[in-house]
C-alpha cells in the first residue's frame, strides 16, 4: 500500500474550502491516499438514499454516463447501492475521482477494479478518521458526508427519502449555502420545496 500523506489544519495543503464550510468542526487531519492535485479541480459530489425509485436510478446512470463522457470529477463516500452504481460507470472513464471511506484508511483494502486508476493517478482515498476508526458507523458516515460536501463546488442528491437522513443532509447543506441539486421527477418534489434546483441538461 501507498504511504498515507496527511493534510494538517492551517497548513499548506489543507483545503480552505474545508474549514470555511466545516468551522470548528473541520478535522484537524485530513488523510489522502493517491494523487493529490485531483482535489485542485472543480468537484462534483453525489449522494443518494440508500432506497431509490427505479426511474431515478436510470437517470442517475445515465448522468454518470455524461460525467464520464465528460471527464468530469466525482467525490463521494459510494455507499449506497446507486452510489456504487456510479462509480461503477465513472470507473470505465478517464475522469479522476474522490473515494471518502467513513473510516480510516489505515489497513483499507484496495478493492481491484480500484488498482489499475489508482496507479495511473485517477483515484485518490480522502479521510477525516485516523487509524483507531477501523469501521463505518452512523455517525462517522454523516461526518464524511459534510466533509465530502465542505470539498464539492457542486453537489448533486439524486433521491432523499422524505424526512431520512439524506433529506435532513440537503436541508443543512442549503442552510450553509452550498450549491445543490437534483435530478427531474416528481419523486423529488419534496426536494425541491427545500430549496433545491433541478439539474439541467
Do not use: W
Given at each position: 500500500?501507498?504511504k498515507?500523506t496527511?493534510?494538517?489544519?492551517g497548513?499548506?495543503?489543507?483545503?480552505?474550502?474545508?474549514?470555511?464550510?466545516?468551522?470548528k468542526n473541520?478535522?484537524?487531519?485530513?488523510?489522502?491516499?493517491?494523487?493529490?492535485?485531483?482535489?485542485?479541480n472543480?468537484?462534483t459530489?453525489?449522494?443518494?438514499?440508500?432506497?431509490?425509485?427505479?426511474?431515478?436510478?436510470?437517470q442517475?446512470c445515465?448522468?454518470?454516463?455524461?460525467?464520464?463522457?465528460?471527464?468530469?470529477t466525482?467525490?463521494?463516500?459510494?455507499?449506497?447501492?446507486?452510489?456504487?452504481?456510479?462509480l461503477t460507470?465513472?470507473l470505465?472513464?478517464?475522469?479522476?475521482?474522490?473515494?471518502?471511506?467513513?473510516?480510516?484508511?489505515?489497513?483499507?483494502?484496495i478493492?481491484?477494479?480500484?488498482k489499475?486508476?489508482f496507479?495511473?493517478?485517477?483515484?485518490?482515498f480522502?479521510?477525516?478518521?485516523?487509524k483507531?476508526?477501523?469501521?463505518?458507523?452512523?455517525?462517522?458516515?454523516?461526518?464524511?458526508?459534510?466533509?465530502?460536501?465542505?470539498?464539492?463546488?457542486?453537489?448533486?442528491?439524486?433521491?432523499?427519502?422524505?424526512?431520512?437522513?439524506?433529506?435532513?443532509?440537503?436541508?443543512?447543506?442549503?442552510i450553509?449555502?452550498?450549491?445543490?441539486?437534483?435530478?427531474?421527477?416528481?419523486?423529488?418534489?419534496?426536494?425541491?420545496?427545500?430549496?433545491?434546483?433541478?439539474?439541467?441538461?
Amino acid at each position: 500500500m501507498d504511504k498515507i500523506t496527511i493534510l494538517h489544519k492551517g497548513k499548506t495543503g489543507y483545503p480552505e474550502k474545508v474549514e470555511r464550510y466545516m468551522l470548528k468542526n473541520a478535522p484537524e487531519k485530513i488523510y489522502t491516499l493517491g494523487n493529490l492535485d485531483i482535489l485542485n479541480n472543480n468537484l462534483t459530489a453525489i449522494f443518494c438514499s440508500l432506497k431509490c425509485p427505479g426511474n431515478i436510478i436510470l437517470q442517475t446512470c445515465d448522468m454518470a454516463q455524461k460525467f464520464k463522457k465528460e471527464g468530469i470529477t466525482v467525490i463521494g463516500g459510494f455507499h449506497s447501492s446507486v452510489e456504487k452504481e456510479v462509480l461503477t460507470i465513472l470507473l470505465q472513464g478517464i475522469q479522476p475521482i474522490i473515494i471518502c471511506p467513513a473510516r480510516s484508511l489505515e489497513g483499507m483494502r484496495i478493492k481491484p477494479e480500484y488498482k489499475e486508476p489508482f496507479q495511473k493517478g485517477r483515484i485518490i482515498f480522502l479521510s477525516p478518521f485516523d487509524k483507531t476508526q477501523k469501521r463505518a458507523t452512523t455517525e462517522t458516515a454523516l461526518y464524511r458526508n459534510h466533509l465530502v460536501a465542505s470539498l464539492a463546488d457542486r453537489i448533486i442528491i439524486t433521491f432523499a427519502e422524505p424526512d431520512g437522513k439524506t433529506e435532513q443532509l440537503c436541508k443543512e447543506l442549503i442552510i450553509r449555502g452550498k450549491n445543490v441539486y437534483t435530478l427531474k421527477s416528481e419523486k423529488n418534489h419534496n426536494l425541491i420545496k427545500i430549496g433545491l434546483k433541478y439539474l439541467s441538461d
